[in-house]
C-alpha cells in the first residue's frame, strides 16, 4: 500500500471510532433495540488504525516484527 492510502485509511478508522463512540454514549430509548453492535466495531475501527500506524512506521523505514538472526 502507497503512504496515501495508508493515511486515508488511518483517518477512517479514527473517524469510524469517533462515531460509533459518539453513537454509543446515546443515552437508549425504552422499549427499542440498537440494530448496530457499537462495541466490537469501535474495538474493530481501533484495531484498523493500530495496524495502520504500524505500517506507517515501516513505510518510513523502521523495522518492526521479529528479526531473525
Do not use: D, Q, W
Not at 29 to 43: D, S
Not at 61 to 66: C, D, Q, R
Amino acid at each position: 500500500m502507497t503512504l496515501t492510502v495508508t493515511l486515508a485509511l488511518l483517518a477512517a478508522s479514527l473517524a469510524a471510532a469517533g462515531f460509533l463512540t459518539l453513537l454509543e454514549r446515546r443515552p437508549a430509548e425504552l422499549g427499542k433495540v440498537r440494530l448496530l453492535p457499537t462495541t466490537p466495531l469501535i474495538f474493530l475501527s481501533i484495531l484498523i488504525a493500530v495496524v495502520m500506524l504500524v505500517h506507517l512506521v515501516n513505510l518510513m523505514g523502521v523495522h518492526t516484527g521479529n528479526r531473525s538472526f
